[in-house]
Each structure stands twice: as structure tokens, then as C-alpha cells.
């Protein structure tokens, strides 16, 4: 039978480049690889011989989207390095600080690079054009998510105010009076957009996912906690390389991180909502049983109306923290150097990001492990597409394709940080 | 009358700084003109042109063309190909704002975008002679323009 090739494209709509394989031979699936061929970016070697003090401005380098996520993560590790108890103060800020991440990030996924696959638009500008006020409002919701990072952060992109121990300044509760008013607007329009999501076309569809999420005591965790997982785990940020590891494989310059038993599982906010989603806001809760999502969300093209209820959430979550803001004072602990090894973990929006660490008794970094979330995912996202494949190989190649990329995007995967663009190809044999 | 210039690049990264360095000279040079540099998301570029209605957009680009030559580009160009803005795959870079001001009919009336050719995008490094000069010859024509009406 005649090879045939369809749809070898960019891949469009995902952080960094990439492409999209699949084989079918009579309708059966024979492979699924989403390459990645982002060039290696080498960031734990060159972390190497550099001071510990300097992982939060290096690694944010890594993301333009999740910067925060590098920087908290990356501190943390530090501070559990140095045997070094940031204050509560410290720690409300720095969370603070990444609900804007989470804003920012879900809000340009939501409405700019997923949405438009919904309702049959080729990119946002299609849909921007009949669906106006939803656009104008979730540019306004990502401008108060820029806002907060702006004011806690000093800038909305590679933040520059935070340090291991701290911040370089603490804002006082005047500064946020502006940003304050727009996380008001912005969470009317939240609530509506989890609606708006909810409502959305969406393939029916239910995975036997092995979810795997940080979870806190009395609170959705975002900036820290212990490990949780569907098969049970509960772990802290030091247990993490037992349970699990990373493999090369030849098709990608990511690594791929599996269970030690060689399970595939998946991070992020469908993992998140799964062990966490008790834990949301009374507001975020009820949004998320109105949009009828109910304990746990299974399908992952429903993962856009989970990230409409984390920016809920976050907004909600944001203005609480503001209600309650105290500048910590000093802004920072002073943080001195041991020999040794740290580890530490926070929630990235697309998922679980583990920083591992180790230092001499002058603070330079002697190895240094970064695990992002599209490493942890991406031998999932490869299972996940095959089995929605096997399901649709009826579907006509530009269909398929097209529901293809929807898949992958429903993942939200960040290709540049996992390497350490997206090209789409059906092979037919 | 040209009423502001947004000048968009790394200041930090040779001459992707090419944006910034228009934008400063142009504070000494013009100041009834407002100045602005973008260095990150330009979903930003919405707000900051909202009220003027004649903008012009300095950047750099790396086309393979001369270094220091100047391409300009009309948004409302139906021509304007997407391509010739893309500088990132990452977040919400020129291309997308533009695309989106257009969606939403959010476009200044003119919208001029200016990319000077670098030759070396190297850290730290400084602008390259061929883009510095440009770069002193945009400031200036722009100048004259925010100065009295003019088709340039």
C-alpha cells in the first residue's frame, strides 16, 4: 500500500518547536512521537560553578511564559539546601506573585492559543474578529495578571526583584490599590469564563490518567507542598528521585520522566484539580461544579475549562493575599551558604517543576537538576494522542490533524523549557 | 502628527537594542513626542496606542539583509506578511498584537513599523556602526515628524 504523508505544517500555538508524528498502517496506530527538536539549552551544566544566589535570575531565563515558576522552584531548593525557613510573609508574596503567573499564562492558553480550536478558528485574530468582547476582556484579565507580576516582581517577564530568601523589596500595600481594582474586574469575567469554556464543543473522551500534583494542607498548592498522586504517593521535594526518573529517547532533545515502574503520568491542571480541587476557593468550587466538572476531569480537551477555573481561582486567591498582604520585613532572611544537597518543587502552569541542587560550603552550584513539566508529560501526551487516534483514524487527514494539534494543545506543552514549533505529520501506510 | 514612538527590544542583546536606542535619542531630540520601550509582552502595545493616531513601531530585524538597512512596514498593509514580524515563539510578541489591534479594529490610524537590520545580537554587546548610525538617522527623521504634519 502507497505511503501517504498528510499535513507537515508548523504545528502552531505551543511554546517552542516541536512536531507531531503519526503513523497509521490500515487504520491501525503503529506509532505516535511528539518530537521535539528544540536545540539542548544546557542550563543544568551551565549552572555549574555559578553561585547559588544567582538560580533565580539563570533559570528564569528558561521561560519567558513560567519564569516564576523557575524562580520559586529554584529558591526553594536553595533555601532547603542551606537549611533555611523562609518567614510566612515571604511565602504569601511569593505566591502572590505567581497567581499573576498563572493569569497571564492560562489566560494567553485559554483565550489565544486553545480557544480558537474549539469553535474552528486557524488562530486567535479569526476568532478575535466575531468574538470581540471575549477578547478584549481576556486581554484585560492577562493585563492584570502582568500587573501583579509587574508590582511584586518589577517586571512582568524574568522578574527581577526576587531572591533566595526573599525579595530585593517588599511593595507597600498602597502599590497594589490599582492592581487591586483590576483583579476585581478581572474575576467577574473569570467566573464568566468558565461559562464561556464549559460551553464549548468538545470531544467526548475518558483517559485512566496516573495524576501526579503537589497538594497542601487547606489550599490549592501552587507555590509549595508535598507530592500527591492518584496511585498515592506523598512525598517531599528530597523523595522525588526515587520515585521516579528520566530517559532519553532518540526522537526528542527532552528528556522523558517516568515512574519508577515505568508508568507514564501526567502533571499539570487536570492533575492539579484532580487531588486538589477540594481544596479551591468556595467561588472557584462553585464554578467548577456549575461548569460540571465534577470531582475529577478525565478528558483532556476538558482541560481548558480546569485552567478557566485556576484563573478564577487565582484571581480570587490573588485579592485574598492582597486583603491580607504584610510586607514582610526585613523583605528577606539572610541565607548563608553550607555544603550539601537541596531540593524543591512548586506548581508551573503546566504543571510540576522540581529544581535539585548541590552546593559547597561556598554556596557554588556543583550539579544542578531542573525537571519541567513537559518532560513529565510528554511520554503521556504521546500515549493519550495514540489512543485518540486508534479512535478516530476514520476521521479524514485534515480532521484528524486538526484534532491532532487540538490534543497536543490541550496539554499546553512548554517545548522550550523541556528542551533542554510544532510540525504535524499522518502517515498513512 | 507622529505622537508616539514605541521603541521595542533587549537593551542588553547588540543590536536588538536598536528599538531603545531610537526611543532615547528621540527623548533629547523630540519631546513633544511621547516615548515608550517594550522589552516584554506585547499584548502592552494595545494600551500604549490606544488614544494616538499616528504610531511608529522601531524594532530590529535579522532578514539577512545589509546590516543597518531600515524596512518598513505598514500595519494596515494588507501585504504584511506575518512572517516578517515573528521574533519569538514563545508568549505574545509583535506580530500577534498587530494581528489582534487589527482583529479587534484597535489599530492606530497610521502604524508604522521601522526594523533596523542588525548584524551582531550578541550579550552585552553594543550597537554594531552600521545599525548606530541608522539608528541616529531614524531618530532624527522621526523627529522632524512629530514636530509638524508631514507625509514624512
Redesign the interface.
Known amino acids: 500500500m502507497a505511503e501517504r504523508r498528510i499535513g507537515s505544517g508548523p504545528l502552531a500555538r505551543v ?3 516541536g512536531a507531531l508524528h503519526v503513523r497509521l498502517r490500515g487504520g491501525r496506530v503503529e506509532e505516535v512521537r511528539l518530537e521535539i527538536f528544540e536545540p539542548p539549552r544546557f542550563f543544568e551544566a551551565f549552572l555549574r560553578g555559578r553561585a547559588f544566589t544567582e538560580v533565580p535570575d539563570i533559570t528564569a531565563r528558561i ?3 513560567c519564569p516564576v515558576a523557575y524562580q520559586v522552584s529554584s529558591m526553594a531548593a536553595m533555601e532547603d539546601a542551606c537549611g533555611v525557613a523562609v518567614p510566612e510573609e515571604v511565602r504569601a508574596l511569593r505566591r502572590l506573585l505567581y497567581c499573576g503567573e498563572w493569569i ?1 499564562s492560562h489566560a ?1 492558553h485559554v483565550f ?1 492559543l486553545h480557544g480558537p480550536d474549539y469553535l474552528g478558528y486557524d ?4 476568532m ?2 466575531d468574538h ?1 468582547g471575549i ?2 476582556r481576556a ?1 484585560q484579565l ?2 492584570a495578571g ?1 500587573a501583579l507580576m509587574r508590582v511584586v516582581g518589577g ?3 524574568h522578574p527581577v526583584n526576587v531572591r533566595v530568601g526573599g525579595f530585593y523589596r517588599a511593595p507597600a500595600p498602597a502599590e497594589f490599590a490599582a492592581v487591586a481594582d483590576e483583579l476585581e474586574v478581572a474575576r467577574e469575567f473569570a467566573l464568566e469564563a468558565v461559562g464561556w469554556t464549559a460551553g464549548l464543543p468538545c470531544p467526548e473522551l475518558e483517559e485512566d490518567f496516573e495524576f501526579v500534583a503537589l497538594r497542601a494542607p487547606g489550599t490549592y498548592a501552587i507555590e509549595s507542598g508535598r507530592l500527591a498522586s492518584s496511585g498515592g504517593l506523598d512525598l517531599a521535594p528530597g523523595e522525588y528521585g526515587e520515585h521516579f526518573a528520566e530517559h532519553q529517547v532518540p526522537h526528542s532533545t527532552a528528556l522523558h520522566s517516568r515512574l519508577r515502574d515505568g508508568r507514564a503520568y501526567l502533571t499539570g491542571p487536570l492533575a492539579r484539580y484532580a487531588l486538589s480541587g477540594d481544596r479551591l476557593s468556595p467561588l472557584a468550587r462553585e464554578a467548577a461544579d456549575a461548569a460540571g466538572l465534577g470531582p475529577a476531569c478525565r478528558n483532556p480537551f476538558k482541560s481548558i475549562v480546569v485552567r478557566a477555573v485556576e484563573i478564577l481561582y487565582a484571581v480570587d486567591e490573588a485579592l485574598r493575599l492582597l486583603a491580607a498582604y504584610a510586607p514582610p520585613d526585613p523583605p528577606a532572611v539572610a541565607v548563608a551558604p553550607r555544603a550539601g544537597i537541596g531540593c524543591g518543587w512548586s506548581e508551573a502552569p503546566r504543571g510540576m517543576l522540581w529544581h535539585r541542587y548541590a552546593i559547597d560550603a561556598e554556596g557554588t552550584i556543583q550539579d544542578a537538576r531542573i525537571v519541567p513539566p513537559t518532560s513529565q508529560n510528554q511520554a503521556r501526551i504521546e500515549q493519550s494522542l495514540a489512543a485518540f487516534v486508534a479512535g478516530h483514524a476514520d476521521l479524514p487527514d485534515d480532521e484528524l490533524q486538526q484534532r491532532c494539534e487540538q490534543a497536543v494543545r490541550s496539554f499546553d506543552p512548554c517545548i ?1 523549557c523541556a528542551t533542554h ?1 510544532l510540525r504535524l505529520e499522518i502517515e498513512r501506510c | 502628527m507622529l505622537s508616539l514612538v514605541v521603541g521595542v527590544g533587549n537593551a542588553w542583546r547588540g543590536d536588538d537594542a536598536a528599538g531603545p536606542a531610537v526611543a532615547e535619542r528621540l527623548r533629547a531630540l523630540a519631546p513633544g513626542i511621547e516615548v515608550r520601550t517594550l522589552d516584554g509582552d506585547a499584548s502592552a502595545l494595545l494600551e500604549l496606542w490606544s488614544g494616538h493616531e499616528d504610531v511608529a513601531l522601531v524594532d530590529a530585524a535579522s532578514s539577512g539583509a545589509r546590516p543597518g538597512t531600515l524596512h518598513e512596514l505598514r500595519a494596515h498593509d494588507p501585504a504584511l506578511p506575518a512572517a516578517a514580524l515573528r521574533s519569538s515563539t514563545h508568549a505574545f510578541g509583535v506580530a500577534e498584537a498587530v494581528g489582534l489591534a487589527a482583529a479587534l479594529g484597535r489599530l492606530p490610524a497610521r502604524l508604522e513599523i521601522l526594523a533596523v537590520e542588525g548584524a551582531d545580537f550578541s550579550l552585552g554587546a553594543p550597537l554594531s556602526p552600521e545599525v548606530s548610525r541608522a539608528v541616529d538617522e531614524l531618530a532624527e527623521r522621526l523627529a522632524r515628524r512629530g514636530c509638524a504634519p508631514s507625509r514624512r
Not at chain 1, 488562530?123 to 479569526?126: K, P, Q, R
Open positions: 511554546e517552542g518547536e521561560c519567558g511564559i497571564e494567553l489565544f488562530s486567535a485574530f479569526a478575535a474578529r470581540r477578547v478584549e486581554l492577562k493585563k502582568n517586571r512582568e517577564i522550550s514549533f
